[in-house]
């Protein structure tokens, strides 16, 4: 194998690689010696046959898999022996092969740069702290208790109302074709509780008993099934029975009907679930200053295709989002090069803070298991009622996506272990400290900053949808906890 280095440019690094023709006869001869023992060659005792009339037989049936291992062994040989560390999959294109010559290829690496964390135990956060108050928790068990409603066959001759159960057997089409997971029979339904997909339920109202109703939806464009994710689906109804919601008592009897000993046990409870959600939101705006605290921490260069790869992907969300008029409002007003520059800044950070956690995880042997993994992938089945096991199959057979659920994973348990060496104080704030937007200037008087930090943007937007649903009231985060359950 000779090697000639083409380009040495700060993480770059490009290879010329030759692998002799007599190397790549070598290789062919040797896994013709493997597969000749297992073929029958007439004329010729088992295992027997001269390499020279496997070579005719089964020279050209070989020679891909012989030159594919070839390469990657070789261009694994290059990185080891140069103590090379790609930062992603190393970019491999085949300059000249012709059968009976050398075979000639490059090899493309960014590498690693050289990081070296902080210490970390000079880091000093502030950790919010909130607590339930009593209106809160008896809002929750009322919505708990709405979900426990009883109901019963309407007697009127009329159309069903919001709010009201319809029981119906169902069949989801895609182009004619029933789709796997898009049917159910006496599947009981509330109106207007927005459990299935947009615009479904509201095609039912009005409906009586005994009808048979076409219903036309699309699914969202992020649904969590490609194969129906954007898609325009027809469903066929059959509308069983309506039924109307008795109130629930929310007394003594209530929480024993949940498995507890009274009222007050249910409360504790629910106000135990709640202040989990005010923690699981406190946690985010720690995260959040943590991140931005070590990206002015640390400078190191990083690999610009890389940066190229994140900053077209935010880029595309962004012209997604342009294009169903869901735009970031601090957008507005600026050209298209400000925003490619603000949004390429977003990027850079991005790939800085990813690579900074990864070597953290690495040099601490931090590591996701598949369990870790499995109940990750359970969760999300979760949030599709009636899709659950759909997802998991998609999860389950889809390696990219499983890895898409890993690396949040892995970036909490990095997280979790960079805080506790950090000095972190626990203050205590209303509900509505905790909610407030942290761009937003609380001071009476100032005005609101012109823009928001790149730094803070990029987690803002990094985040996405968990952005707005970071401002839901922690007690309604509850009650749909309750709902999954």
């Known amino acids: 194998m000779q090697v000639q280095e083409l ?12 692998i002799s023709v007599s190397d790549i006869d070598a290789r062919i001869d040797a896994r013709l010696g493997e597969i000749g023992g297992d073929v029958r060659i ?30 990657t062994e070789t261009s694994q040989e290059v990185l080891d022996e140069r103590e090379l560390r790609p930062a992603v999959q190393p970019k491999i294109e085949i300059q000249s092969f012709e059968e009976g010559k050398d075979l000639i290829y490059t090899i493309g690496v960014d590498l690693m740069p050289d990081i070296e964390p902080m210490d970390f135990s000079t880091l000093s956060l502030t950790r919010l702290k909130a607590k339930a108050g009593d209106e809160e928790v008896d809002e929750a068990i009322e919505r708990m208790a709405k979900d426990f409603r009883n109901s019963a066959p309407i007697s009127e001759d009329r159309g069903a109302e919001n709010g009201e159960l319809v029981v119906i057997d169902f069949v989801g089409k895609l182009d004619g074709e029933a789709f796997e997971g898009g049917s159910a029979e006496g599947h009981r339904l509330e109106l207007g509780s927005g459990r299935f997909i947009p615009g479904f339920e509201e095609q039912l109202v009005g409906v009586k008993k005994g009808d048979d109703v076409t219903v036309n939806v699309t699914f969202p464009e992020d649904y969590n099934a490609p194969n129906l994710a954007g898609k325009p689906a027809v469903f066929e109804v059959k509308v069983h029975e309506i039924e109307a919601f008795a109130d629930t008592e929310i007394d003594d009897a209530f929480a024993q009907s949940l498995g507890l000993e009274n009222l007050d046990q249910l409360k504790d409870q629910m106000r135990e679930r709640i202040e989990k959600d005010y923690g699981d939101l406190a946690r985010g705006r720690l995260k959040r200053d943590l991140l931005d605290k070590l990206n002015d921490a640390h400078d190191f260069e990083v690999p610009p295709a890389m940066v190229d790869s994140e900053f077209d992907q935010i880029w595309a969300q962004y012209e997604r989002a342009k294009d169903s008029g869901e735009t970031d409002p601090d957008d507005e007003g600026k050209s298209e090069d400000e925003l490619k520059e603000e949004y390429r800044t977003i990027a850079h950070r991005r790939v800085q803070l990813g690579m900074l956690l990864s070597e953290v995880g690495r040099k601490n042997e931090i590591s996701v298991g598949q369990d870790e993994v499995n109940r990750a992938i359970v969760t999300e089945a979760q949030k599709y009622p009636g899709q659950e096991q759909q997802v998991l199959e998609f999860y389950q057979n889809n390696p990219e996506a499983n890895a898409s659920l890993r690396a949040p994973l892995m970036e909490d348990k990095v997280i979790d272990f960079i805080l506790e060496m950090a000095q972190v104080e626990d203050k205590e704030v209303s509900v509505e400290d905790l909610m407030k937007d942290p761009d937003e200037d609380a001071s009476e008087g100032k005005a609101k900053p012109a823009k928001k930090s790149a730094a803070k943007k990029a987690s803002a937007k990094k985040a996405g949808a968990k952005k707005a649903a970071a401002k839901k009231s922690a007690a309604k985060k509850a009650d749909k906890e309750d709902k999954a359950e």
């Open 42 to 71: 007439p004329g010729f005792r088992p295992g027997k046959a001269p390499i020279k009339v496997l070579r005719q037989r089964y020279g050209k049936a070989v020679m891909g898999e012989v030159l594919e291992k070839a390469v």
């Open 7 to 18: 380009k040495n440019e700060g993480l770059s690094r490009e290879f010329s690689v030759t």
